[in-house]
């Protein structure tokens, strides 16, 4: 059974890098496309982008002149990383896992999710 | 980007009703086509993909149907543990794979 840990600061400031981290256990992550996604408190999802095993990645149009993925694949785990934060980007973040095809299969293990303030 | 609009954004229905969601696209996104279901406070679920497949698990009042720019979530007989968030998410442009506002459920 594969499960995904998101992990990071719960508490980040204005104008600073948000960091999370995703493990995946129980499973490998090879030829899975790893996604972020965020929920602001209230409001619905945003397809934050992802990164497939081979580090290609694609990011939401949006956040994309602040948004960097990794893997690291000896640990089983990829990253986001979050530049120049404000208040817009609190929100709770999951990450998950997508099958390949992904036009095909969406996403079928999500993380449980963690809160993310920005605030000084 | 191709834009989801879920309608209705809310409904109020009752144990045993039959229940249906609609998305639209923005433009054709054949059947690449995922529904979720979000109890509040938890990870949105997979319910359906490829526009009407379930997934494995899923109880079988759930179903999806639809291709193009048209697209249906039913539930048959609306259970309890069925008042939650639903969402749809096109997974034709892979630059942004967006998803729809979401049909809240609530009990009638």
């Known amino acids: 059974q594969v499960q995904l840990q998101e992990s990071g600061p719960g508490l980040v400031k204005p104008s600073e890098t948000l960091s999370l981290t995703c493990t995946v256990s129980?499973?490998?992550?090879?030829?899975?496309?790893w996604t972020w996604i965020r929920q602001p408190a209230g409001k619905g999802l945003e397809w934050i982008g992802r990164?497939?095993?081979?580090?290609?990645?694609n990011y939401n149009p949006s956040l994309e002149s602040r948004v960097t993925m990794s893997l690291d694949t000896s640990k089983n785990q990829f990253s986001l990383n979050l530049t120049t934060v404000t208040a817009a980007d609190t929100a709770v973040y999951y990450c998950?896992?997508?099958?390949?095809?992904?036009?095909?299969?969406?996403?079928?293990?999500w993380g449980q999710g963690t809160a993310v303030t920005v605030s000084s | 980007d191709i834009q989801l609009t879920q309608s209705p954004s809310f409904l109020s229905a009752s144990v045993g009703d039959r229940v249906t969601v609609t998305c639209r696209a923005s433009q054709g996104i054949s059947s690449h086509l995922a529904w979720y279901q979000q109890i509040p406070g938890k990870a949105p679920k997979l319910l359906i993909y490829a526009a009407s497949s379930l997934q494995s698990g899923v109880p079988s009042r759930f179903s999806g149907s639809g291709s193009g720019t048209e697209f249906t979530l039913t539930i048959s007989s609306l259970q309890p543990e069925d008042f939650a968030i639903y969402y749809c998410?096109?997974?034709?442009?892979?630059?942004?794979?967006?998803f729809g506002g979401g049909t809240k459920v609530e009990i009638k």
């Open positions: 998410q096109q997974l034709n442009n892979y630059r942004a794979l967006t």
């Open positions: 990164i497939y095993t081979s580090g290609s990645t």
């Open positions: 129980g499973g490998s992550i090879s030829s899975y496309y």
């Open positions: 998950a896992r997508a099958p390949v095809p992904s036009s095909k299969w969406g996403l079928d293990v």
